[in-house]
């Protein structure tokens, strides 16, 4: 049976108990489980590994201890221990700062994590369909991803993984664009379910030739999300890609005041997709000097990112065409960014790149620090022969960024590309939704003219509807 059937046959479960309601608690229910069950079997592999090992999860509370045996507790007896036992110490773990630091994320995984369930005997079911991944093996291991992606397409139909997911083809392309070198602190300060950050681990693994490389990836991967699901598939997804401790904070970003971060806080790279079109609490907005001062959540992230980025440092990150055409702090934004930063590539993506997420056009801005900004580069992204726009059942794949990669060291002017000078920008008050002037003009965009006569001919022809519908009404 593949892992996504058994996903599926492990929500059909779920479906019959009564105190799960909706999507949203289903994943939830079904995250932390396998956590749990993901934990115990890198514990295994730690124990084999270092004979002195103490384990982070008590006795009696590791998977293999209450869960493994198909034939063990069940019913009321399972019910019960799960939510006064396994939750209870789970959340009530006690720490200091000698304590080891995977069991904080232990802590911090259940501390917002619930048991939705009241049925102890389909509780059972799940438990004895999730045994049959085993996650010791490397085959299985890697099959997480396919979970991982049936995860979050259920999430899509809970309507509210817009904010925290990525088309994995788009991650691809601005990790690759950015390059990580190992030794590179890479940072995603909204990192959802890590796609960003475990597309920045393929990348560095390749570089890894020895024993001290290993260590250095370990510990140059680091993340930030403030809520609960996502935040555990994260945790959940780079252990799974053998990051021991993976340095992900439950937090929000934009709660530390800006002007406190020092050098050590500084990062090399960072990859990131912002949630856009939130609105943030008043208190958010004094953790940011005036003249950046909003509610719009993109924006603040976008300040963020330029405090947070190391000289010479380099970013991507997707922003709505908001962002590229707004006014206010949004101008005094982006005067800050080309004045401050070498704002050099614009990708332009067509419509429903996030579908059925948002309809919103969305652009990829990729930056170094350090230089300001003389002239950028568009590229706009063409959709593929045929296609209106991308859809949930038509995506955008990677192959279809091979374009950008062709031009991107070699740039010339072409159908797709174009460059405006820092003086243009000036002058267009840093306006940066800028058109492609090299695409000829389509068919269906009407001229001035040809667009009045087509409206005079629709009112004409609305004007006799209605007397129709006037002679009929007086009948």
């Known amino acids: ?46 124990e084999l590994m270092d004979d002195d090992y103490t384990p982070i999860i008590p006795e009696g509370l590791r998977w293999r201890d209450w869960a493994a045996d198909d034939e063990g507790i069940t019913g009321d007896e399972l019910l019960d221990f799960v939510n006064n036992k396994l939750f209870k110490e789970l959340k009530e773990m006690e720490l200091d700062e000698n304590s080891n630091p995977k069991a904080f994320i232990v802590k911090a995984v259940f501390e917002d994590s619930y048991n939705y369930m009241k049925s102890g005997t389909l509780m059972r079911q799940v438990i004895n369909k999730l045994n049959e991944i085993d996650f010791t093996t490397q085959k299985d291991r890697h099959l997480f991803n396919d979970i991982y992606e049936s995860i979050l397409r259920d999430l899509q139909s809970a309507g509210n993984a817009g904010e925290y997911y990525t088309p994995r083809p788009v991650t691809q392309f601005m990790v690759d664009m950015v390059n990580p070198q190992l030794g590179e602190k890479v940072l995603d300060f909204a990192c959802g379910t890590g796609g960003f950050l475990v597309c920045a681990l393929e990348h560095l693994k390749k570089q890894v030739k020895n024993i001290e490389d290993e260590k250095t990836l370990q510990e140059t991967i680091l993340g930030i999300e403030k809520k609960p699901l996502p935040y555990m598939l994260a945790v959940t997804n780079l252990i799974l890609h053998d990051i021991d401790e993976p340095k992900i904070r439950h937090d929000n970003s934009l709660t530390r005041n800006v002007r406190d971060y020092k050098p050590i806080d500084k990062v090399d790279i960072i990859v990131t997709n912002p949630p856009f079109g939130g609105i943030e609490e008043d208190g958010i907005q004094v953790n940011f000097p005036q003249q950046f001062q ?41 005067e800050k960014l080309l004045e401050e930063f070498n704002l050099h590539t614009i990708v332009r993506l067509p419509n429903g790149v996030f579908a059925p997420y948002t309809d919103i056009n969305t652009n990829l801005l990729f930056f170094e620090k350090g230089k300001s900004t003389k002239e950028i580069w568009f590229f706009e992204h063409p959709l593929p022969e045929g296609y209106k726009k991308y859809t949930k059942t038509k995506p955008i794949r990677y192959e279809e960024f091979e374009l950008e990669k ?55 022809k609305s004007i006799a509807l209605i007397n129709k519908i006037k002679m009929v009404v007086k009948k």
């Open 406 to 460: 062709q031009w991107w060291n070699n740039r010339e002017e072409n159908e797709y590309a174009w460059k405006v000078s820092i003086e243009e920008i000036k002058s267009r008050n840093y306006n940066l939704d800028i058109k492609n002037p090299n695409k000829d003009k389509p068919d269906d965009i009407l001229s001035s003219s040809e667009l009045i006569l087509k409206l005079e001919s629709n009112i004409n």
């Open 294 to 334: 909003t509610k719009e959540t993109a924006d603040l992230f976008m300040v963020l990112l330029m405090y947070l980025l190391k000289d010479n440092g380099r970013a991507a990150i997707v922003l709505p065409d908001g962002f590229l055409f707004g006014e206010g702090v949004k101008t005094t934004i982006k």
């Open 1 to 46: 049976m593949s892992i996504s059937a058994i996903i599926k046959a492990v929500q059909d479960i779920m479906r019959q108990d009564a105190g799960v309601d909706g999507d949203a608690q289903r994943i939830s229910q079904l995250v932390w489980m396998i956590f749990l069950k993901v934990f115990d079997a890198k514990e295994e592999e730690w």
